[in-house]
């Protein structure tokens, strides 16, 4: 006899579990091996920045007339600089400093970039055409003179260089967002959100922006390199994160007048600026393969 084939009820199906996109990205990411380098180098930056004091005895700020211009030691890795101050803890806490200032730049000039680039894709018109020719505008200076010019009117201060910065980034995020909302317009799920009767702002910032994030994500991680690149520029001529404040910049500005006599006073914190930029662009090169693998 033939046996009978038991039936499957609605609750004895298998359940699949839907994979979410960020493993697929992760997977991908983990091929390019020099992106995950980059990655391990940013997080041990940024995990030493972070617990600077624990990894130090000494005071950044502490100045000590027996020590100055010590070369690296047991007693002080990096040295002492020409107060005598330790230059492992002024290197670690002017990458604070320099990654707060980025992050924060990043962040504000993503969100304010974003904003214009998706409305003026969605709203179009004049409002479209003034946004995008005063990014024209903008772009057509370069970011380091802008910075500078910006910084020059608001004064020194790290307040004033997160603003100078983050102005100069905006445009590059604007135009991101433009483009790729006015890409995602012509998808059938915005006609079906209107149909559902969905406000415009909703279909904006519901819809379209969390479908455009991939390349904005890259672009920020991008834009954390050249921001330090600016910061430490900025800082270097004067115009950026002022004394008593360490910052990698001001940190090469003071060493100055010893280049040729005292090499390790220029030397750690330009290391610690080329390293950290270039990491940030490995790994921003690598995610965005990640994300988008067409584009590789």
Not at 105 to 121: E, H, P, R, V, Y
Not at 209 to 225: E, F, Y
Not at 236 to 259: H, K, M
């Amino acid at each position: 006899m033939m046996k009978k084939k038991k039936k499957i009820t609605s609750d004895q199906q298998p359940e699949f579990k839907r994979r979410s996109p960020w493993v697929d990205v992760w997977r991908r990411l983990k091929r390019n091996k020099l992106a995950v380098v980059a990655m391990v180098v940013l997080i041990v930056i940024v995990l030493a920045t972070i617990f600077a004091e624990q990894l130090t005895p000494y005071d950044y700020a502490k100045q000590n007339a027996k020590e100055m211009l010590q070369f690296p030691s047991w007693k002080h890795p990096f040295g002492t600089d020409n107060y005598g101050r330790d230059l492992l803890a002024r290197v670690l806490k002017g990458g604070q400093t320099s990654l707060l200032i980025a992050l924060a730049s990043t962040l504000g000039a993503g969100i304010i970039g974003t904003i214009l680039g998706a409305t003026a894709a969605f709203f179009k018109g004049a409002y479209a055409t003034f946004v995008m020719r005063l990014m024209d505008v903008i772009m057509g200076i370069p970011s380091l003179l802008l910075a500078v010019c910006v910084a020059t009117v608001l004064g020194t201060g790290i307040v004033s260089t997160i603003i100078a910065v983050g102005i100069s980034a905006i445009t590059s995020f604007c135009r991101i967002a433009y483009a790729q909302v006015l890409k995602e317009s012509a998808n059938d799920y915005l006609q079906a959100a209107t149909v559902c009767g969905a406000r415009s702002l909703r279909k904006v910032f519901v819809h379209l922006l969390p479908n455009s994030l991939a390349p904005l994500i890259v672009q920020a991680t991008l834009r954390l390199g050249g921001g330090i690149m600016i910061i430490s520029s900025l800082s270097f001529v004067g115009l950026g994160v002022q004394p008593p404040t360490p910052e990698w910049g001001s940190i090469i500005s003071t060493a100055r007048p010893y280049l040729r006599d005292f090499w390790p006073f220029v030397t750690f914190p330009g290391i610690a600026i080329a390293l950290t930029v270039i990491s940030f662009n490995l790994f921003g090169d690598g995610l965005r393969d990640a994300l988008d693998p067409r584009q590789k």
